[in-house]
């Protein structure tokens, strides 16, 4: 059974930071797509940021250059490391794992933006 256990999230001022964790069970996550997504308020859930099987890295415009996605295979863990956060960047997100036609999804951390 896939399990994604998000952590990380809290109430931070404008310009901090804040580092996610996903940690993974039953599925590797140097064998899969790794992804974070968030979700605001009344938005369709949005793709963050993604790190391939082969180490490829992608980045949603809104976020290049302020947050960066790793992951550590012998902790079977990803990252996101979210820095200059902004009120827009309140949400709640989401550790998604992809591998051909499977897709597993954590349960979320809220991420808080305020002054």
């Known amino acids: 059974q896939v399990q994604l256990v998000e952590s990380g999230g809290g109430l931070v001022h404008p310009g901090g930071s804040l580092r996610l964790s996903c940690v993974a069970s039953?599925?590797?996550?140097?064998?899969?797509?790794m992804n974070w997504y968030r979700q605001a308020p009344g938005k369709q859930r949005e793709l963050v940021a993604s790190?391939?099987?082969?180490?490829?890295?992608n980045y949603a415009d809104s976020v290049s250059g302020r947050f960066t996605i790793s992951r550590d295979d012998a902790e079977n863990t990803v990252y996101l490391q979210m820095n200059s956060l902004r009120p827009e960047d309140t949400a709640v997100y989401y550790c998604?794992?992809?591998?051909?036609?499977?897709?597993?999804w954590g349960e979320g951390t809220q991420v808080t933006v305020s002054s």
């Open positions: 790190i391939t099987s082969g180490g490829s890295l």
């Open positions: 998604n794992a992809r591998r051909i036609i499977e897709d597993y």
């Open positions: 039953g599925i590797l996550t140097g064998r899969a797509d």
